[in-house]
């Protein structure tokens, strides 16, 4: 094909690129090798799948009803296992062909949850008998926590678990509608077992959420084992490629060796015994470990949730030629979207939110395998802080994420309303991350609670966490002079550096500390005259601004630190990502963030108007030069035109024409409904030619 | 059936009003008369359309195709029409049966624009003959303007309508694939007739976008007219129930008369003739008349828009009961979820903007009838004011609502995400206005020029317009003052009385003055080094801010206004209303809206840090104060169960076993998909059996 107009501008966008979008790309995927192998794999996949021709209307987007959609997902969770399997890799493990959570796919969570969990919580010898079953695949397995009446808060699970002592099993039962498991990937049609969360009893006594694995359908006729009625949940905003279902238990009778065993086991007389000694909340947070493992993978998944839809926007942007700027005269041709002030503004403010969720999610995956090693060593220290960034990480990482795909969207006016423009679909799966694996609110509030501790250490003269030493450096300088009406002067802010790297990031710190002493001083007042569960909640919309402050700062060093290292390694990308992190930190400060749960850097009083304006003046600096290097920053995560699906958004910046061509392929347009809409009774023409009587005319 | 847990729960919130939630129906839906004739008209809808049953699956979640759901649509529009025509009403004009805007249904823009359009544009004799048509609703009309290259820039569109002289005919051409109509409602399927924007050329002159009445369909066979290809658009992220469609017109002849008259002709010769005079401007506002009218409509939608998801979530909100505060004992009971006090804090800041959207619209309502009495009467003076305001509110209450819509649709967790929820369609919905009639980048562009205007008239000591005085009375003071370091003391804000309507609306205005004299004063100075059109531009970002601010402003305004008016006549209103335009207003301040186009009123350093906590005092007041009244706060719009169509918000409470049923009435669950699944070639079981290599073991 000729290169018409949008794709010759499509082109040049991409030549003005001021280094090379691939050392980018082995930065975002895991280096040079694990990229390009990823790529081939992503080729024979798309290749087997039939998904290449860009000019061909997508499979997905034919209108599949809701059979049709789980069929294609089915189609395509083969195709990405078969290949893990045949080619012995691990690229679709956590993130589909598509770059969604594998949990989008019938199988996903097999690997996801399903064997994680079993790792977690089974014996050794539970192991040694179901993990080669799951990973050669030979049952298709998923995690069944949440209930109808129940998502996050696991200790109000109603399912029930209680012990036979006269055959020594369990009997699995669903008490009330609510007790219903409802939500579990895969649940619903495509899984043959499924590690079930139940309340144990044994001899009467309620001993608190355990794990079973449990079969449920027979693999022989793919019936339901009786006694489990299953079904799906029906369509959603997106995840429609799989099951999520509901699984209610009719006093199943389930193996005694079907309670997952590693951290408690019931003897054959009913004893039920802990294999470990330690608090009732530790042994919860075994219980949640799953949870744990996953949450880093959503954190993971985020920043290329983020990086799709803006991939989509910022390609549009370049090609999408639409009016002139205010006072243009009449004869101005019609410019590029990209070259509204506001447009550039938003491309390259989500642009560095999605590379500052991927290096947040870099740098935490690293304290996590060493959190993981210590652990493998016997050491669980570091678990209250791991737990607490990877809960605070995950809200703001999905929030930021759920935002930034609508504002992308958005950002291609009509035409993202569009399904074929792959947009709803992309924000429809970004939306989902803030609700699932902990939604958010509750997130927040463990994150400030781990904080409170720390507090409460420094109050007692003891020494902060490890891993809080650095963040919380300064803090007990700050309480002696926060009363004080101009800030202090170790805060003192030098104007002619104030976009400096190590000043960013201590305004950043100040704002984190400020809020901090703000919530806690707020509650432990609360706490005088109510209970601490009464002071918590009544102080909820004051303490959360704190959380949401800390991992602001977290994100910005975590930032930092990784554009300082692969900086060093590989020089010609420094620029681009120094100037997309100092963009990322201004912005921030200037575009306040959602609004319940943060409070503006302003209300701290330690910038002046004078600093607000340099700010907004080296954004203006920063834009400028950032905009030639838009298409590589967005071509750098490497998203095929089969995974991104859209019309709007494909690599060759042929919008209009694909676009015009998708939608005459769509089945509407091949059926003439538009005779069946207008001959049927009751249809159109009957409609019109009956209608004799003006509508309310005077008041039209 | 007797009340269950969720039912009791819900009975017990709405008995807890202080207010009689029927006579703030009346508010909302203009008096007492006219709510209740539209209670009758939608329950015989209701009836006729058979959807009144809340515990069956609602025909539109049965996973309806593009085909079903566009058939749908036509029956419920054939339904609310009909029942227009033969009880002579106009409930039904604006607003569906759903509350969604009437170009939801494929006969809605008949009345909406067709006729707006040939009423605005159209001669005496060319209304004499169309308008009883459209009236009795024999055509069914469209409005074409947008193409697939062009959106809200009307100067830029491509499509041709050609004077030859010979015949006297127009020849309508599409010259380009970019040229082609694209989105307008009704167009791909079920219109017999449009208006449609084309490039007028007598000739070889070309003389602007004018109006063409063009009939597209022969209404004997329904076909298309020869000469135009009819498609539909697809799926859309909502609005399904109508064709958005395109059309390609291939030199089709129209009767000279086509072109719609009233403000220019062309005469047998080809001479082209303004039949008034007046600048090019003013003609061509002239001709987006029928988008001012309509954006009337669409601000009075978005308080509807806003008030039905959350509605859903008020509901669930009250009868989800989930976890237990932080600290809480193990024995603590679950509670409801609006205990949360950020829950809490969400619902009631949102219940607020439904209100100050609805407020807002009735006011400006008010001044747009003004308005068109004075534009009868041969005045044109408050043209740019109304044109200003309709622009500014409808990006402000557009942006709200769909920000709003979904911050709801996330306060149900993850069952919001279900479709079935309802909520992802009215997310869908409402997301669509705030880039339809007019991208909000845009309308807020527009209102600032205005405001640009009234500086400068302030600057040249003349008046501003009189429908600006009162909102700008006091920005000469301040500009004499705003270098100062400290704010002037006719703006010392007593603290006692910090939250009194007249100090806070000082507040508003204050913020808007200080951004509105920032913005003028930066983009004067860009002037000095760049055409006007480059200034503007550049400084965009520093620009829209401030029209954010006015807009602010003028809500929080009439939501003053307008509660005074309501408790004079209704004193029982007076308290409670008041209390949600204070929320209103101390959220607005402390929860700063989107980003990109708000400043925080931090930055106006008018406020202390007192203030600051005093008002989160008060905020956390009126909370507890208000907390009996969400139900009948959302109750007073008077939304059926059949409009919300959501299993989680119907009034009864019953969430969960509506939920479960609905689940299992799904064709997916009727279907045995499962035993397809595992059944077919490529299927789970052959998938299962036929896996004999591990996934990269050691990497899971």
């Given at each position: 094909?000729?290169?018409?107009?949008?794709?010759?501008?499509?082109?040049?966008?991409?030549?003005?690129?001021?280094?090379?979008?691939?050392?980018?790309?082995?930065?975002?995927?895991?280096?040079?090798?694990?990229?390009?192998?990823?790529?081939?794999?992503?080729?024979?996949?798309?290749?087997?799948?039939?998904?290449?021709?860009?000019?061909?209307?997508?499979h997905?987007?034919?209108?599949?009803?809701?059979?049709?959609?789980?069929?294609?997902?089915?189609?395509?969770?083969?195709?990405?296992?078969?290949?893990?399997?045949?080619?012995?890799?691990?690229?679709?493990?956590?993130?589909?062909?598509?770059?969604?959570?594998t949990?989008?796919?019938?199988?996903?969570?097999?690997?996801?949850?399903?064997?994680?969990?079993?790792?977690?919580?089974?014996?050794?010898?539970?192991?040694?008998?179901?993990l080669?079953?799951?990973e050669?695949?030979?049952?298709?397995?998923?995690?069944?926590?949440?209930?109808?009446?129940?998502?996050?808060?696991?200790?109000?699970?109603?399912?029930?678990?209680?012990?036979?002592?006269?055959?020594?099993?369990?009997?699995?039962?669903?008490?009330?509608?609510?007790?219903?498991?409802?939500?579990?990937?895969?649940?619903?049609?495509s899984?043959?077992?499924?590690?079930?969360?139940?309340?144990?009893?044994?001899?009467?006594?309620?001993?608190?959420?355990?794990?079973?694995?449990?079969?449920?359908?027979?693999?022989?006729?793919?019936?339901?084992?009786?006694?489990?009625?299953?079904?799906?949940?029906g369509?959603?905003?997106?995840?429609?490629?799989?099951c999520?279902?509901?699984?209610?238990?009719?006093?199943?009778r389930?193996?005694?060796?079907?309670?997952?065993?590693?951290?408690?086991?019931?003897?054959?007389?009913?004893?039920?015994?802990?294999?470990?000694?330690?608090?009732?909340?530790?042994?919860?947070?075994?219980?949640?470990?799953?949870?744990?493992e996953?949450?880093?993978?959503?954190?993971?998944?985020?920043?290329?949730?983020?990086?799709?839809?803006?991939?989509?926007?910022?390609?549009?942007?370049?090609?999408?030629?639409?009016?002139?700027?205010?006072?243009?005269?009449?004869?101005?041709?019609?410019?590029?979207?990209?070259?509204?002030k506001?447009?550039?503004?938003r491309?390259?403010?989500?642009?560095?939110?999605?590379?500052?969720?991927l290096?947040?999610?870099?740098?935490?995956?690293?304290?996590?395998?060493?959190?993981?090693?210590?652990?493998?060593?016997?050491?669980?220290?570091?678990?209250?802080?791991?737990?607490?960034?990877?809960?605070?990480?995950?809200?703001?990482?999905?929030?930021?994420?759920?935002?930034?795909?609508?504002?992308?969207?958005?950002?291609?006016?009509?035409?993202?309303?569009?399904?074929?423009?792959?947009?709803?679909?992309?924000?429809?799966?970004?939306?989902?991350?803030?609700?699932?694996?902990?939604?958010?609110?509750?997130?927040?509030?463990?994150?400030?609670?781990?904080?409170?501790?720390?507090?409460?250490?420094?109050?007692?003269?003891?020494?902060?966490?490890?891993?809080?030493?650095?963040?919380?450096?300064?803090?007990?300088?700050?309480?002696?002079?926060?009363?004080?009406?101009?800030?202090?002067?170790?805060?003192?802010?030098d104007?002619?550096?104030?976009?400096?790297?190590?000043?960013?990031?201590?305004?950043?710190?100040?704002h984190?500390?400020?809020?901090?002493?703000?919530?806690?001083?707020?509650?432990?007042?609360?706490t005088?005259?109510?209970?601490?569960?009464e002071?918590?909640?009544?102080?909820?919309?004051?303490?959360?601004?704190?959380?949401?402050?800390?991992?602001?700062?977290?994100?910005l060093?975590?930032?930092?630190?990784?554009?300082?290292?692969?900086?060093?390694?590989?020089?010609?990308?420094?620029?681009?990502?120094?100037?997309?992190?100092?963009?990322?930190?201004?912005?921030?400060?200037?575009?306040?963030?959602?609004?319940?749960?943060?409070?503006?850097?302003?209300?701290?009083?330690?910038?002046?108007?004078?600093?607000f304006?340099?700010?907004?003046?080296?954004?203006?600096?920063?834009?400028?030069t950032?905009?030639?290097?838009?298409?590589?920053?967005?071509?750098?995560?490497?998203?095929t035109?089969?995974?991104?699906?859209?019309?709007?958004?494909c690599?060759?910046g042929?919008?209009?024409?694909?676009?015009?061509?998708?939608?005459?392929?769509?089945?509407?347009?091949?059926?003439?409904?538009?005779?069946?809409?207008w001959?049927?009774?009751?249809?159109?023409?009957?409609?019109l030619?009956?209608?004799?009587r003006?509508?309310?005319?005077?008041?039209?």
């Amino acid at each position: 094909m000729s290169p018409n107009r949008q794709m010759a501008l499509m082109t040049q966008a991409r030549q003005a690129a001021t280094f090379d979008s691939m050392l980018l790309t082995h930065i975002i995927h895991d280096g040079e090798e694990n990229a390009s192998s990823r790529r081939a794999a992503l080729a024979r996949v798309e290749s087997t799948l039939g998904i290449t021709d860009t000019m061909k209307l997508p499979h997905l987007h034919t209108g599949l009803d809701r059979r049709e959609q789980y069929l294609e997902g089915l189609r395509r969770g083969r195709a990405i296992v078969t290949d893990m399997l045949q080619h012995d890799h691990t690229h679709f493990i956590n993130l589909t062909e598509r770059s969604q959570l594998t949990n989008a796919t019938p199988f996903g969570l097999n690997f996801l949850m399903f064997r994680r969990t079993i790792n977690l919580q089974g014996t050794t010898e539970q192991k040694r008998y179901w993990l080669p079953l799951i990973e050669r695949m030979e049952i298709n397995g998923c995690y069944a926590q949440t209930e109808l009446g129940h998502g996050s808060h696991v200790r109000g699970m109603e399912t029930t678990a209680t012990f036979d002592s006269a055959t020594g099993e369990f009997i699995l039962n669903s008490p009330t509608v609510t007790a219903t498991k409802f939500w579990p990937g895969g649940l619903g049609l495509s899984c043959s077992h499924a590690v079930v969360a139940a309340r144990l009893e044994t001899g009467g006594v309620d001993h608190g959420v355990h794990w079973f694995v449990v079969q449920i359908r027979n693999l022989s006729d793919s019936t339901p084992i009786n006694g489990v009625k299953l079904g799906d949940v029906g369509q959603k905003m997106a995840y429609n490629g799989t099951c999520n279902g509901y699984a209610h238990f009719n006093h199943l009778r389930v193996p005694g060796d079907s309670l997952l065993a590693a951290h408690a086991r019931v003897l054959p007389d009913g004893t039920y015994v802990r294999n470990e000694v330690g608090s009732q909340e530790s042994f919860a947070k075994q219980s949640y470990a799953t949870m744990l493992e996953v949450r880093r993978v959503v954190i993971h998944w985020a920043a290329f949730g983020l990086a799709q839809p803006l991939t989509v926007a910022t390609r549009f942007s370049v090609v999408r030629e639409q009016g002139a700027p205010m006072f243009s005269s009449p004869a101005c041709p019609e410019v590029s979207i990209l070259a509204y002030k506001t447009q550039h503004q938003r491309v390259l403010t989500l642009i560095s939110q999605a590379y500052a969720i991927l290096f947040a999610s870099q740098e935490f995956g690293d304290r996590f395998e060493e959190y993981q090693q210590e652990k493998r060593e016997g050491a669980l220290g570091r678990l209250s802080f791991i737990h607490a960034v990877s809960a605070g990480l995950k809200a703001w990482a999905t929030q930021t994420v759920a935002a930034g795909a609508e504002e992308a969207r958005k950002m291609c006016g009509g035409h993202g309303y569009l399904v074929i423009s792959g947009l709803p679909d992309m924000v429809g799966t970004a939306c989902a991350a803030a609700t699932f694996e902990g939604e958010n609110y509750v997130m927040w509030q463990q994150t400030l609670r781990y904080m409170f501790k720390q507090v409460g250490a420094i109050q007692a003269g003891r020494a902060v966490d490890s891993d809080m030493t650095e963040s919380l450096s300064g803090y007990q300088q700050w309480l002696q002079v926060e009363g004080e009406n101009s800030p202090p002067s170790y805060l003192l802010l030098d104007s002619n550096h104030i976009s400096e790297p190590a000043t960013l990031l201590k305004i950043f710190q100040h704002h984190f500390h400020r809020l901090l002493s703000a919530s806690h001083s707020f509650y432990t007042q609360q706490t005088r005259t109510s209970s601490p569960a009464e002071a918590w909640n009544t102080s909820l919309t004051r303490l959360l601004p704190a959380a949401h402050a800390y991992l602001e700062y977290l994100v910005l060093q975590s930032m930092q630190r990784r554009v300082k290292v692969i900086g060093s390694a590989q020089p010609s990308l420094l620029p681009v990502l120094s100037r997309l992190t100092e963009l990322f930190a201004l912005t921030t400060i200037n575009n306040p963030g959602p609004s319940f749960i943060s409070v503006p850097f302003a209300e701290d009083r330690l910038l002046t108007a004078d600093h607000f304006l340099q700010m907004r003046a080296r954004i203006d600096e920063l834009l400028a030069t950032l905009l030639p290097d838009v298409i590589a920053l967005t071509d750098a995560w490497d998203f095929t035109d089969a995974c991104l699906c859209s019309a709007l958004g494909c690599r060759d910046g042929n919008v209009y024409e694909r676009l015009m061509s998708w939608t005459k392929q769509l089945p509407v347009n091949q059926q003439d409904l538009a005779r069946e809409a207008w001959t049927i009774e009751g249809g159109i023409g009957e409609f019109l030619r009956g209608n004799i009587r003006p509508v309310a005319k005077a008041r039209l």
